[in-house]
T-cell receptor, first 111, second 113 residues
Framework: KQEVTQIPAALSVPEGENLVLNCSFTDSAIYNLQWFRQDPGKGLTSLLLIQSSQREQTSGRLNASLDKSSGRSTLYIAASQPGDSATYLCAAYNQGGKLIFGQGTELSVKP | EAGVVQSPRYKIIEKKQPVAFWCNPISGHNTLYWYLQNLGQGPELLIRYENEEAVDDSQLPKDRFSAERLKGVDSTLKIQPAELGDSAVYLC???????????FGPGTRLLVL
């Protein structure tokens, strides 16, 4: 059974700092891995999708990596801004066709 | 382009009452999902539709929950009767096909008293 874990559960950084969010999954047989952002009281917004054959994806200040062999993904945010404050969720698409989510990392970027 | 639309946004009901949530996916998206999200947790899949067919409802508590997507577009999720433990956010998502990027609606926040 696929389990997805995100560490840390919460993170507070000063504006301008580069940061890394971590995600680990137990079953390496995944189709893809996705990173989402969720603002309070809102739905999820897809940030990046990495296919199982890919190693990383980049979008603006965001870079996501995938290492299937170790069961890990990271989301790198460069030059963080207060507007980046949100909960970040990673999700692994398993062989059974389900998106399995981690519990999220709540990020706070202080001005 | 309009995103996934859900209504109502908030619902407060007393236990044992019925409740229904509605979802309109992005136009052209064949796959529709209903998720349950408890506070401080990631969403958990309740049911996935491919057009009008429910292809994965293994996590749907069928004694009280039901869902339909009659014409392969809009979908309704119903709870009858609601229990205190059903208080959560119910999210709808859609995608062009399964394994594709999922686009989420804003969710319906349910409080059962």
């Amino acid at each position: 059974k696929q389990e997805v874990t995100q560490i840390p559960a919460a993170l507070s950084v000063p504006e301008g700092e580069n940061l890394v969010l971590n995600c680990s999954f137990t079953d390496s047989a995944i189709y893809n891995l996705q990173w989402f952002r969720q603002d309070p009281g809102k739905g999820l917004t897809s940030l990046l999708l990495i296919q199982s054959s890919q190693r990383e994806q980049t979008s603006g200040r965001l870079n996501a990596s995938l290492d299937k062999s170790s069961g890990r993904s990271t989301l790198y945010i460069a030059a963080s801004q207060p507007g980046d404050s949100a909960t970040y969720l990673c999700a692994a698409y398993n062989q059974g066709g389900k998106l399995i989510f981690g519990q999220g990392t709540e990020l706070s970027v202080k001005p | 382009e309009a995103g996934v639309v859900q209504s109502p946004r908030y619902k407060i009901i007393e236990k044992k009452q019925p409740v229904a949530f509605w979802c309109n996916p992005i136009s052209g998206h064949n796959t529709l999902y209903w998720y349950l999200q408890n506070l401080g947790q990631g969403p958990e899949l309740l049911i996935r539709y491919e057009n009008e067919e429910a292809v994965d409802d293994s996590q749907l508590p069928k004694d009280r929950f039901s869902a339909e997507r009659l014409k392969g577009v809009d979908s309704t999720l119903k709870i009858q009767p609601a229990e205190l433990g059903d208080s959560a956010v119910y999210l709808c998502a859609s995608s062009l096909g399964w394994q594709e990027t999922q686009y989420f609606g804003p969710g319906t926040r349910l409080l059962v008293l």
